[in-house]
């Protein structure tokens, strides 16, 4: 998961057609996810600081490329955040197939 500004292009005309996203952004995403392994989830540093309240994180295996979430910290509830049943524990859940996840969603 990388957060920044991302170049989108989408066609209305063609609604079947997955939006392109360019940029750096797109860039460094796609580097994180050639370095994660099946079901892990790695942040870049500017969505490491962001969410470090809610998200415990460690290195990864090869700085600087990505923090590697491990667990919540805290879940947030009423205006705050969305309310969950339970911590989310991403190294217990099964990671979906890539055939499953449309190709926009990935970045």
């Given at each position: 998961?990388?957060?920044g500004d991302?170049?989108?292009?989408?066609?209305?005309?063609?609604?079947?057609?997955?939006?392109?996203?360019?940029?750096?952004?797109?860039?460094?995403?796609?580097?994180?996810?050639?370095?994660?392994?099946?079901?892990?989830?790695?942040?870049?540093?500017?969505?490491?600081?962001?969410?470090?309240?809610?998200?415990?994180?460690?290195?990864?295996?090869?700085?600087?490329?990505?923090?590697?979430?491990?667990?919540?910290?805290?879940?947030?509830?009423?205006?705050?955040?969305?309310?969950t049943a339970?911590?989310?524990?991403?190294?217990?859940?099964?990671?979906?197939?890539?055939?499953?996840?449309?190709?926009?969603?990935?970045?």
């Open positions: 998961m990388v957060t991302a170049c989108l292009l989408f066609r209305p005309e063609e609604a079947d057609t997955a939006p392109k996203v360019m940029g750096e952004v797109a860039d460094r995403c796609i580097r994180l996810l050639a370095l994660a392994p099946r079901g892990q989830v790695r942040v870049c540093e500017v969505t490491r600081r962001a969410s470090e309240p809610d998200i415990a994180y460690r290195v990864g295996p090869e700085p600087p490329d990505g923090w590697e979430a491990v667990r919540v910290r805290r879940q947030r509830h009423g205006a705050e955040g969305r309310r339970a911590p989310l524990d991403w190294a217990a859940r099964p990671a979906p197939a890539p055939g499953e996840i449309p190709a926009h969603a990935v970045l």
